[in-house]
């Protein structure tokens, strides 16, 4: 079956960094633009970067606009998210998304906290 699993997500301080990771199974992930989005207590869900399915073209929310970066490797079936420079407002719980056409799957999430 369809699986969307994030792991990389923690406690950091601000100005650190976090790699997430998620590793998708069960659908051609080549063929999927990816995208990670947040969620804040009390907040909407958010996009916070998207990706192409070849990986040749990236997109970010204004807020994490070079501190962020997207990417993603398809013999392994996963998409990154680097983090550097977190500030508190980053906190929320990040998903994985992959979408193609009107099909689209959620991981389950990993929550960051940015905290000293």
């Known amino acids: 079956q369809v699986q969307l699993v994030e792991s990389g997500g923690g406690l950091v301080q601000p100005g650190g960094s976090l790699r997430l990771s998620c590793a998708a199974s069960g659908f051609t992930f080549s063929s999927y633009a990816m995208s990670w989005y947040r969620q804040a207590p009390g907040k909407e869900r958010e996009s916070v970067a998207a990706?192409?399915?070849?990986?040749?073209?990236?997109k970010y929310a204004d807020s994490v606009k070079g501190r962020f970066t997207i990417s993603r490797d398809n013999a392994k079936n996963t998409v990154y998210l680097q983090m550097n420079s977190l500030k508190p407002e980053d906190t929320a719980v990040y998903y994985c998304n992959a979408v193609r056409g009107l099909t689209g799957y959620w991981g389950q999430g990993t929550q960051v906290t940015v905290s000293s």
């Open positions: 990706i192409t399915s070849a990986g040749g073209m990236t």
